[in-house]
């Protein structure tokens, strides 16, 4: 295998990475811009380590000259994909991520061209998001190739890290998204709703419409041009959710970022393995024709942050062993529907 970077490996789902590389042989050397707990991690697992920051093109084209593939962990990604994937470019590095940000898959798209040109895979979403809901939509377009509306929705006890948490106020004020017609609408926030049988002793729960990476990856992978993506979610929830959204403008204001950031790096820690281990993950999704015709599947698999390093080192392996198509790719696009099944714990059913 070739040699592998872990970007933002301390972070709490890039120690996961990290750790779930290392346990399936791997030697990555980690990477990122915090001296002391990058060495300190660096320490506790024996790896080689690299400091260096996203604004030091240089030093960072020297850290990716020998690597193969570079798992980038370190978000916001709306803030930190541009250098890291244009880094990859210039040094011929295979560029995967762990983002779920609906913008940043549109973004790293838009260079799908250089990408091709220089040989380079650019593969952003290699975790939870969007790995299950990515190969449930493939599976469910192989089921009916002439499907023009997909709809997908997940059930998931997620627990959250400061990562993820800083993400989703990154984006507070954004309002949510659908794919109509091949183009991507904004909407309100929960716009839409449905009761959902995610199976599996979870059958008709509520849920809303959210700007998930699907609605743009899956037009990506299937090109069914109608796609709304679900989360479970209480009905009163959802109402709290479509009251707060009247005030997102106001939530993106720098100050109030700055103030919610600060909160979170206080008070937020991830879950734990005990957590992780008690709360599985349910996907289902449903392709429909206009002539009536429809297939519906469902999954179930471990908890979000542990089938997110276990699917983001299924394809790093995948990658270094020399499977990596040049230019953008999502990741039933680049390994079909059966990627999921690959990881220990997940199980796919077709119900309709």
């Not at 990475?17 to 660096?42: F, H, K, S, W």
């Not at 370190?74 to 990859?88: I, L």
């Not at 590095?93 to 790293?108: C, Q």
Request: aromatic share 6%.
């Amino acid at each position: 295998m070739g040699d592998l970077v872990i970007y933002g490996s301390y972070g709490y789902t890039g120690n996961l990475i990290t750790r779930e590389a290392i346990d399936r042989g791997l030697d990555p050397v980690l990477a990122g811009r915090n001296r002391d707990e990058l060495t300190d991690q660096a320490i506790k697992l024996g790896c080689e380590s690299e400091v260096v920051a996203l604004d030091e093109p240089k030093v960072l084209d020297m850290v990716l000259d020998d690597a193969d593939a570079v798992i980038h962990c370190a978000g916001p990604f709306s803030r930190t994909w541009e250098p890291m994937v244009a880094a990859c470019l210039r040094t011929g590095t295979h560029y995967l991520d762990i983002t779920g940000e609906l913008d940043v898959f549109e973004a790293i798209h838009e260079r799908d061209s250089e990408a091709r040109e220089t040989g380079v895979m650019l593969l952003p979403g290699t975790g939870f998001d969007v790995v299950p809901t990515d190969c449930m939509a493939a599976h469910l377009a192989d089921r009916l190739p002439e499907a023009d509306t997909l709809e997908l929705a997940f059930h998931a006890e997620m627990g959250v890290s400061k990562g993820t948490a800083k993400t989703m106020v990154e984006h507070i004020d954004g309002g949510g998204a659908v794919r109509r017609d091949g183009r991507i609408e904004r909407v309100a926030v929960g716009s839409e709703s449905r009761e959902i049988d995610f199976g599996w002793g979870h059958d008709d729960m509520h849920a809303v419409s959210i700007p998930w990476g699907d609605v743009s990856t899956a037009y990506h992978t299937t090109g069914i041009p109608n796609v709304t993506v679900y989360m479970s979610m209480p009905p009163a929830m959802a109402r709290q959710q479509r009251f707060a959204g009247l005030f997102a403008p106001a939530l993106g204001f720098p100050p109030v970022q700055a103030t919610l950031k600060w909160l979170i790096e206080q008070t937020m820690d991830g879950p734990d393995a005990e957590e992780r281990a008690s709360d599985p993950t349910f996907v289902w999704g449903e392709a429909r024709t206009d002539d009536g015709d429809r297939v519906e599947s469902r999954l179930r698999g471990p908890h979000t942050y542990d089938l997110t390093a276990a699917t983001a080192v299924e394809i790093t392996e995948r990658v270094l062993d020399g499977d990596a198509p040049a230019g953008f790719q999502t990741p039933a696009g680049a390994y079909g529907p059966d990627l999921i099944l690959a990881i220990d714990g997940v199980e796919r059913e077709d119900v309709a």
